[in-house]
């Protein structure tokens, strides 16, 4: 399997700097860090994500989610990067203590030498904030939003999860209303964003309204496919804006030391098992049986 881009030389943790020319012939600077998960840049053009940019990570439960994250953020920090982890639902002990547990990420030690910052944001409180603010109508959700005071200016974000923060909130409409808020606060930082989504396992939805994967600059979906008895897990990289990206399905485990990106593996003969058809696809099938 050919990768997307492959670098000759050695992989380096550094920034990318990439120079457009804009219509009106103004340089703009785009900036783009490497994810540092294994070798997930490898099926990114850019070999990275633009600073300024969400990229959705979504899949279902114990898919890899939250370490791909956290790994991102780690490494990012050995590298020089600040980090910002956002949990709107685990303890933030209970996360350090099984990345430090799992995968020997001293998470902790980065936190006192102020390159990473674990932080846990209640999702019911900023549910009745942002509900009570729009039932008053007085149109000052972003002031309100502006309080969420991050303890240092991170280079990289990580919230862990949207499905936390959505089943806070009573209804729909203030939800989909926080999430554009969220994700436009997110942007004004200037820092890589990675927002946790989930779905089920082999999924053809990929967030709960819909609404999330288009306002996100990327969107990436992370595969429990069972096979033989056994379960192997693939990403797929369904959207990034920012440029040319792998569009086939990679396989990746979960080991010791994180996520390893298995780019070299052959998905065929898995993907020929599983997933099967989506019921909604096989009802509007037979439907149309029905009409012919
Ligand atoms: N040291 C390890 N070696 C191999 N696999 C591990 C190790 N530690 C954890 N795992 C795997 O990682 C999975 C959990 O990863 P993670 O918490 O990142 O998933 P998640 O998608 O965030 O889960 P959730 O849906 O519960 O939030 C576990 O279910 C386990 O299979
Ligand atoms: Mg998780």
Known sequence: M???KKNSSKK??????????TPKKHEEVIEILPVLVDRFDELLQDEGLERGSTTIITGGAGTGKTTFCMQS????????????YISFEEDTTKIKHHMLKNFGWDVEKL??????AVIKVDPSKTARMVEGTLAKEVGALRIELSKMKLPLKPDRIAVDSLSALSIAFENERSYRKYVRELFEMLESYNSVNLVIGE???NPDVYSRTGV?????????VLYNIKHKGRRKNALEILKMRSGGHIKQMVGYRLTGKGWQV???EEWEEVLRGAPPKP???KRIQLRKMKIK
Do not use: R, W
């Not at 380096?12 to 020319?21: F, G, M, P, Q």
């Not at 953020?73 to 910002?84: E, F, I, M, N, R």
């Not at 936190?111 to 990473?116: D, I, P, R, T």
């Open 12 to 21: 380096s943790a550094k920034n990318k700097v990439i120079d457009v020319l």
């Open 262 to 264: 298995q780019v070299e």
């Open 279 to 281: 019921a909604k696809a």
């Open 73 to 84: 953020l780690y490494h990012g920090a050995l590298a020089g990067d600040k980090g910002v």
């Open 2 to 4: 050919g990768l997307f």
């Open 111 to 116: 936190e006192k030498k102020g390159m990473m």
């Open 199 to 201: 779905t089920e396992q």
């Open 212 to 220: 999330e994967e288009f306002l996100a600059d990327g969107v990436v």
